[in-house]
């Protein structure tokens, strides 16, 4: 298996910009998860699916911010107006289930720069 | 509330040296707990876990972790560094669903 597949790897987009981060999970598994990882804040969890359906985006930062899982196979995080504090790692992770988070596979990440 | 506390940011060791990251938690339950590594530009890595049972876990790349329930803690160990340890290693805990807390991080560094 490929992994879990995100893309771009990097994004550089000027403030007001809209932009779109997307994640193909591992086959099969059944959740997926998107973080965003800074300096300031660390691992912060944005929402998380299971089965297509968002469990909890209580870490979403903002209305700015939306999340999207349309099929078992692709998901979308939206910023929307973009803003320089949004400039961050965003990870998106799958997992078999989480019944006992036995193990989130992590994508490489895209790294978004806001101007 | 749920809480991790890894109280060192940065720590340099010697190849072959032993290696110990800490990590404290705070949680209302039994906590399922995790290490994972962040090479750069990577994503994170499952090294170990654990959930129950024998409070010494064995994980991969020569890591292992000792479950404290009394000191609530969950350190890292690594007997003989090699170079290629060298990378970010984060402490999480959770519970058996739902979302994981994860800490802030140990930046480990490598010298020859």
């Known amino acids: 298996d490929a992994g879990v597949i995100q893309s771009p790897r990097h994004e550089v987009t000027e403030m007001g910009q809209e932009v779109t981060l997307r994640c193909k999970p591992i086959?099969?598994?059944?959740?997926l998860f998107w973080y965003r990882q800074t300096m300031m804040r660390g691992l912060e969890l944005l929402i998380y699916?299971?089965?297509?359906?968002?469990?909890?985006d209580s870490g979403m930062p903002e209305d700015r911010f939306s999340a999207k899982m349309p099929n078992a196979s692709f998901s979308t995080l939206k910023i929307q107006p973009s803003e320089p504090r949004d400039s961050a790692v965003y990870f998106c992770?799958?997992?078999?289930?989480?019944?006992?988070?036995?193990?989130?596979?992590f994508g490489s990440g895209t790294q978004l720069s806001v101007l | 509330a749920q809480s991790v506390t890894q109280p060192d940011i940065h720590i340099t060791v010697s190849e072959g040296a032993s290696l110990e990251l800490r990590c404290n938690y705070s949680?209302?339950?039994?906590?399922?707990l995790f290490w994972y590594v962040q090479s750069p530009g990577q994503g994170l890595q499952l090294l170990l876990k654990?959930?129950?049972?024998?409070?010494l876990v064995q994980g991969i790349k020569g890591f292992e972790a000792e479950f404290k329930r009394s000191q609530s803690s969950f350190n890292l160990r690594k007997p003989s560094v090699h170079w290629s340890d060298a990378a970010e290693y984060f402490c999480?805990?959770?519970?058996?669903?739902?979302?994981?807390?994860f800490g802030a991080g140990t930046q480990v560094v490598v010298t020859p």
């Open positions: 992770a799958s997992s078999p289930r989480t019944a006992r988070n036995e193990k989130l596979f």
């Open positions: 086959s099969g598994h059944d959740y």
């Open positions: 699916f299971n089965n297509n359906v968002p469990i909890d």
């Open positions: 949680y209302g339950a039994t906590p399922y």
């Open positions: 654990y959930f129950s049972g024998d409070t």
């Open positions: 999480a805990v959770g519970g058996s669903w739902g979302k994981l807390q």
